[in-house]
């Protein structure tokens, strides 16, 4: 099994859409947890850091469900500009702090 | 602040040869990291780096070698390259302590390697 599944996609939407994705984690242990976004050929940008409260910013909102291990992000709006990969990470090492990738929901918001 | 500079962005190399991938983050972070990313995949960590002179194997560590003789570099060699390691390569850095972000890593724009 997987540390970080994630559906590859690809979701394709329109723009205005409401868009959701989810990924689940194997490690009960894992302490921090985030959204990168990824566009094509590019390197990964945090878009959002994920609290157990939930937390919005903007049109993205994401939530972390400790007792089933997965973490969900959605998207209000959807723009031509959301068109990207969504990567859910976690952090499973709290040595060295490196992050464990999911390999990422693909979105395409159509005009 | 230029944030995290990989060099060079492509290179093709034949089998058995070998380089060395560049990476420098000029924001004073003291933990650094080397993935690579194969199509349609996620990241996964080859080495990383808590500072100047301390490094370690990650989840793909073989057939490469690190160094950290400064805070602001971290050079990735390959040796004996082969036809696996075609992949894209990111560095990344990030704060060892401090506010609720600290946990944020930040990335260069990538090395693509292709071998032949």
């Known amino acids: 099994r997987k540390e970080v599944e994630q559906d590859p996609g690809p979701f394709n939407v329109p723009e205005g859409a409401t868009v959701a994705f989810n990924c689940t984690y194997s490690?009960?242990?894992?302490?921090?947890f985030f959204w990168y976004r990824q566009d094509c050929r590019k390197e990964p940008k945090l878009l959002m850091s994920v609290y157990s409260s939930g937390n919005e910013d903007g049109r993205f909102t994401a939530q972390l469900n400790r007792a089933s291990q997965y973490i969900s992000l959605l998207i209000r709006d959807s723009k031509l500009s959301d068109s990207a990969t969504y990567l859910c990470v976690v952090n499973l090492d709290t040595g060295r702090r490196a992050l464990t990738f999911g390999s990422g929901t693909r979105l395409q918001v159509q005009p | 602040n230029a944030g995290v500079t990989q060099t060079p962005k492509f290179r093709i190399l034949k089998i058995g040869q070998s380089m060395t991938l560049q990476c420098t983050q000029d924001?004073?972070?003291?933990?650094m990291y080397w993935y690579r990313q194969d199509p349609g995949m996620g990241l996964k960590l080859i080495y990383y780096?808590?500072?100047?002179?301390?490094?370690d194997k990650g989840e793909v560590p073989n057939g490469y070698n690190v160094s950290r003789s400064t805070t602001e570099d971290f050079p990735l060699r390959l040796e004996l390259a082969a036809p696996s390691q075609t992949s894209v390569y990111f560095c990344a850095s990030r704060r060892t302590s401090g506010s609720p972000s600290y946990n944020e890593q930040f990335f260069g724009p990538g090395t693509r390697l292709t071998v032949l």
């Open positions: 780096s808590v500072g100047a002179g301390i490094t």
């Open positions: 924001m004073n972070h003291n933990y």
């Open positions: 490690n009960s242990a894992s302490q921090s």
